[in-house]
T-cell receptor, first 115, second 115 residues
Framework: NAGVTQTPKFQVLKTGQSMTLQCAQD?????MSWYRQDPGMGLRLIHY???????DQGEVPNGYNVSRSTTEDFPLRLLSAAPSQTSVYFC??????????????FGEGSRLTVL | DQQVKQNSPSLSVQEGRISILNCDYT??????FLWYKKYPAEGPTFLIS?????DKNEDGRFTVFLNKSAKHLSLHIVPSQPGDSAVYFC??????????????FGKGTHLIIQP
């Protein structure tokens, strides 16, 4: 039972480089999202998707791009990395819909350092 | 402007005693509240939730209380055990059924259970 799988777990980038954080879930969840966690800041929503082909911005979307071509995958792209994007990134999914209780299932996180 | 506030960054409690974690919110549109638990190097895991139509929800050693007039909720853990040592996040949702627009998280409280 894999749940939500994030890769890579650790990454070091130089300023200006681009990269993609991968997220895959095997629970057939419609809703997927990306959060970042910074010291003393809790978790903040970057982007989310309520289904394949549908994405929307969260609280802190600048500098990030997402797409949702399949139900299973929701990659997060950093177009031109900046030191302010040094953070731990969490992907999460839920079943969504009116029956959804808001319970999110989180991946283990991806720690990104931008030099 | 923090909509979900956890004003205690850390809390130390003796094993066997009651742990009380507090959370305040400002957005009157929030109608679903959740607590997540997070161990180091792991993703947050869902602990317990409460709908705004209730004032109490219990699950084993964990009870969440909601005071809508005060916009305050609390998580009680009785009795506290060493495995409860973790960071606890309070989260809130304003979506229908919760989750569609993402959860708003507090900054977290680090609970330390002392033997």
């Amino acid at each position: 039972n894999a749940g939500v799988t994030q890769t890579p777990k650790f990454q070091v980038l130089k300023t200006g480089q681009s990269m993609t954080l991968q997220c895959a879930q095997d629970m057939n969840h419609e809703y997927m999202s990306w959060y970042r966690q910074d010291p003393g800041m809790g978790l903040r929503l970057i982007h989310y998707s309520v289904g394949a082909g549908i994405t929307d911005q969260g609280e802190v979307p600048n500098g990030y791009n997402v797409s949702r071509s399949t139900t299973e995958d929701f990659p997060l792209r950093l177009l031109s990395a900046a030191p302010s994007q040094t953070s731990v990134y969490f992907c999460a999914s839920s079943s969504g819909g009116l029956a959804n209780t808001g319970e999110l299932f989180f991946g283990e996180g991806s720690r990104l350092t931008v030099l | 402007d923090q909509q979900v506030k956890q004003n205690s960054p850390s809390l130390s409690v003796q094993e066997g005693r009651i742990s009380i974690l507090n959370c305040d919110y400002t957005n009157s549109m929030f109608d679903y509240f959740l607590w997540y638990k997070k161990y180091p190097a792991e993703g947050p895991t869902f602990l317990i939730s409460i709908s705004s139509i209730k004032d109490k929800n219990e699950d084993g050693r964990f009870t969440v209380f909601l005071n809508k007039s005060a916009k305050h909720l609390s998580l009680h853990i009785v009795p506290s055990q060493p495995g409860d040592s973790a960071v606890y996040f309070c989260a809130a949702s304003a979506g229908i059924g919760g989750g569609a627009d993402g959860l708003t998280f507090g900054k977290g409280t680090h609970l330390i259970i002392q033997p």
